[in-house]
């Protein structure tokens, strides 16, 4: 496979991943998608985020979070964010030392 081809094929798998998890499945807390997986949506925008200043593109977390959430955060989180357990949020101060640690 050319590199073109496999960029492209990258590419609409995260599209068709974005696509899911925006419009598909809002219902998944991010909370339990780091628990499951050790990454979620606000990872996602910052490795979007990270990838586009690398290529010289300013870009903050705010208008990463829109570009992966497909509207402003704060209103993915009035619409679609739910109070997590206290078990759930042990577990994931335990994911996300794991996954993440001091990036925010």
Known sequence: ????????????A??????HLMHKRPDVQNIDMMNLTGFCRNCLSRWYQEAANARGIDM???????????????EWQQKHQ?????DKQAA?????????GRKT
Request: charged share 40%.
């Open 1 to 12: 496979m050319d590199e073109k081809t496999r960029i492209e094929l990258e590419s609409a």
């Open 14 to 19: 995260f599209r068709t991943l974005m696509d």
């Open 60 to 74: 903050d977390k705010d208008k990463a979070r829109e570009i992966v959430y497909g509207m402003p955060y704060s």
């Open 82 to 86: 739910t109070e997590a357990s206290p």
């Open 92 to 100: 994931f101060e335990k994911s996300f030392a794991e996954n993440v």
